[in-house]
Structure formats: structure tokens, C-alpha cells
């Protein structure tokens, strides 16, 4: 079974543009969750998608969106970047089904210069 | 709000000593908990999880944990570790009444493993 696949796995921009990052889950799973990996805070959850519906938002600011499709691949989309925006982005699939396995993609590298 | 503890930033173990990785919780119930394992450039992998039951869960890789209520820890053991186990180790929560949705993970800053040969 493939696994999660996220593309780009690396992105360089300049800051005022906007970027959109892709996920694509294992077969079958219908949950995405995308979250952002920075050296100063961490692993932060940014929102889930399930059933092309958002279902859980974390605390990020309206530039940072997301949607899902009907084959269940998400995207997220960040508008006006900032430097701080330079982050690892991992999105995870699950079956979103309460206690299933979140299985991660290897994630996306963007760089806001 | 909740929010994890991992007291250590950074571990050095000879290969074949025993490891003991902490991990301290804040949450108002049990939560949901788990430990992922990422190696560099790589994403996360799940080492293992505990909802409820036994408060000893064994996981991959050699891996097992210990849930105590009493001092909200959930504890990352391996007897003997391996130079591949090299590696930074994530201590993660979520809300135990995610009931039929999917959980939202609250990670901890983790800890960075290095193994001498």
C-alpha cells in the first residue's frame, strides 16, 4: 500500500507570494490533518479535513487555508508569506474514524526569503 | 489547554544501554497518547499509542511505554538501543473524546537521540 505523498518535498518563495502545498492520503483513508514543524514552536497542528468538509482547526491565522477533494487528496494554500512561514509541513491520513493511526508523509520543506 | 512535557532536549546513550525518554502531560482527562519517531528529513512514524487498557504498551522497533496516572507521564523504554535508533523521539496527546472523529495531536518539543557506537 503507498504510503502518504506530499509534493513538492521542497519550496523556496519570496515573502508576499503565496504557495499551496499538496497531500495525498493512503487509499482509503478519508482524513487529513496538516501540521507545521518550525525549530521554535514545534509541531503545531494546523487543521483536518475529512469528507471535503474542515472538522478541527488549530490557532493559525486566515492565511493559512486548506481543502479537501473528492478522492480525498487535500491541499493547503498560504497567502502573503511571511519569514515565519519557513516550516517543515507534514499532513497525516487516517481513516478518520476515531482511534485509527495517523500515518505522516515526509513532509514539505518551504523557505520564505 | 493541554500541553506536553518532554524534559529533555537532547540524549546521548552508548549502543546496547538501556533508554528511558520522559514524557510529562497536562490535560484535564486521560488523553489519548503516543510517541513518533522521526529520523532526519523524514516525517513520523508511530512507535506506539495508548487509549486505554493496559498501562504497558508495547510498540515497534523494541519499543515500549508506560502509562502513570498518578504523575501524568507516559515514559519511552527500549532495553538495549541500537546506533539506527539515532533519531528524534515526539511524545503527542489528543483528546480522548474525539469519539468518532479524528484526533488533533498536541505534540511535545521532543527529544533528540544520539547513539555512540
Known amino acids: 500500500k503507498a504510503g502518504v505523498t506530499q509534493t513538492p518535498r521542497y519550496l523556496i518563495k519570496t515573502r508576499g507570494q503565496q504557495v499551496t502545498l499538496s497531500c495525498s492520503p493512503i487509499s482509503g483513508h478519508r482524513s487529513v490533518s496538516w501540521y507545521q514543524q518550525t525549530p521554535g514552536q514545534g509541531l503545531q497542528f494546523l487543521f483536518e479535513y475529512f469528507s471535503e468538509t474542515q472538522r478541527n482547526k488549530g490557532n493559525f491565522p486566515g492565511r493559512f487555508s486548506g481543502r479537501q477533494f473528492s478522492n480525498s487528496r487535500s491541499e493547503m494554500n498560504v497567502s502573503t508569506l511571511e519569514l515565519g512561514d519557513s516550516a517543515l509541513y507534514l499532513c497525516a491520513s487516517s481513516l478518520g474514524q476515531g482511534r485509527d493511526e495517523q500515518y505522516f508523509g515526509p513532509g514539505t520543506r518551504l523557505t520564505v526569503t | 489547554a493541554q500541553s506536553v512535557t518532554q524534559p529533555d532536549i537532547h540524549i546521548t546513550v552508548s549502543e546496547g544501554a538501556s533508554l528511558e525518554l520522559r514524557c510529562n502531560y497536562s490535560y484535564g482527562a486521560t488523553p489519548y497518547l503516543f510517541w513518533y519517531v522521526q529520523s532526519p528529513g523524514q516525517g513520523l512514524q508511530l512507535l506506539l499509542k495508548?487509549?486505554?487498557?493496559?498501562?504497558l504498551v508495547q510498540g515497534i522497533k523494541g519499543f515500549e511505554a508506560e502509562f502513570k496516572r498518578s504523575q501524568s507521564s507516559f515514559n519511552l523504554r527500549k532495553p538495549s538501543v541500537h546506533w539506527s535508533d539515532a533519531a528524534e523521539y515526539f511524545c503527542a496527546v489528543a483528546p480522548s473524546y474525539s469519539g468518532a472523529g479524528s484526533y488533533q495531536l498536541t505534540f511535545g518539543k521532543g527529544t533528540k537521540l544520539s547513539v555512540i557506537p
Open positions: 495508548y487509549f486505554s487498557g493496559d498501562t
